[in-house]
Structures are given as C-alpha cells and as structure tokens.
C-alpha cells in the first residue's frame, strides 16, 4: 500500500448519539447526557473532520418494549436471536426526539451515520447493527478520508460508545476515549466502569478532552 505522508494518522471526532431523546426531557434520558454537548462543541475546533451517529428508529423498531405486551422497559428478553433489552419508544424517525441537540454546532459536522433502521434488530454500534449482520458505511466513509485515529465521545458510555469503540478496534482503528465527553444508562451499578474497563481493555486509549484543547 502506498503510503501518504500528510494523510498519515488522519484523526477524526465520532460523536455517539448525541440526541434529544438520550438528554434531559427525552425518553430515554441518559443522566448528565447534556453536559457532554459543550465539550463536543469545544472538540470540533480542534478536529477537521466531525462524523457522527444518529439513531434513526421506524416506528415499529421490536427494541421497544411497547412492541411487545408481555415487555416492561428495561427487560431482557431475545430479538433475532440476539439478548436485547426493552427500551422506551426513542429517536423514532423525524420526531424531536431523533433530532440532533440543538446547541451542538451542528455546521462543523461532516457526516452523519443513520443506525437502527432495521425494525427487526438492534443497533447500538455505529459500524455495524448488534449482530454485525449489515455495514452502516461508516467504516468506509472513514476509509474513503483516509482516517486511522477515531476520538469517540457521546452516549452512552454502557451501549452505543462502548460497540461503537469496540467495532471500530476490530476494524482496526486507533481509538482513543474521551471520557469525560461520555456518559452512561448505568441499567446495573457498575456498568459504565465495566464498559470503560473493556474499551480499555481492547486496546482504547482514554483521555480527558482538555488534554486535546491545548
Ligand atoms: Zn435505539
């Protein structure tokens, strides 16, 4: 492969989910989810490509538990073949909820990575749905811009950044964490520190957004 100078460890911000319905008055309100928007606004001035992920659910989407009588939010139960858990009615295609935060500089975002479309299985990674069965494209957008270094932040840290960051390990990317631009559902105490000790774990490096203002 040809290797080009300029183009070498291309960084690139991924901001996760980063949404009205997964921040304060949404319905799948992610605690302390608004105290992020402000540090991804500060880290897009210092990255030249911004992509981020929208979860973009049909109606329908059988993650909800009010697709199924017998479900109450927060139960486990099985949907293609795969352990999901049953959430609240969220980020339903063209409703308030699915929209980006308004504050966030919505102008310094490149591209923007459409995930959960398919009613009949979960999507919390921004690469692939949770049984890896279809691309979203982000990979290879990514490739196409020649990015090998991703700084992921949004949420939340237990699910959708925790497979966003693992999937993109596995893909082969350098991925750093920013940690305090997370934050996570905590269904179980313990869960965010558990996520963080994986992403870790596989290899994502951690770092606080200031170390990146200056
Ligand atoms: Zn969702």
Redesign the pocket.
């Known amino acids: 492969m040809k290797s080009n100078p300029t183009a070498a460890d291309r960084r690139a911000l991924l901001l996760v989910d980063l949404q009205n319905d997964f921040v304060a008055g949404g319905s ?1 309100a992610v605690p302390g989810g608004n105290d992020v928007i402000e540090i991804a606004n500060q880290l897009m001035t210092v990255f030249d490509l911004v992509v981020a992920t929208q ?1 973009w ?1 049909p109606a329908d ?1 059988q ?1 909800f538990a009010s697709r199924h009588p017998h479900l109450s939010i927060g139960d486990n139960f099985t949907l293609g073949g795969l352990p999901q858990t049953a ?1 609240p009615d ?2 339903v295609q063209g409703t308030h909820g699915s929209q980006l935060v308004a504050e966030l500089h919505r102008d310094r975002i490149s591209h923007v990575v459409r995930k ?1 479309t398919d009613p009949s299985i ?3 990674s921004g690469f692939f749905d949770n049984g890896h069965r279809h691309a979203t494209g982000l990979a290879d957008f990514l490739r196409s811009a020649n990015v090998q270094h991703l700084f992921v932040m949004g949420l939340a840290t237990d699910y959708c950044v925790r497979f966003t960051v693992l999937d993109a390990i596995q893909l082969g990317f350098q991925v750093t964490l920013i940690k305090d631009g997370c934050r996570g559902v905590e269904m179980k105490t313990g869960d965010i520190e558990r996520a963080i000790d994986e992403m870790q774990s596989a290899g994502a490096e951690l770092l606080s957004s200031d170390q990146l203002l200056h």
Do not use: I, K, R, V
């Open positions: 799948l979860d659910h989407h993650s959430w969220h980020c959960g979960d999507s919390y």
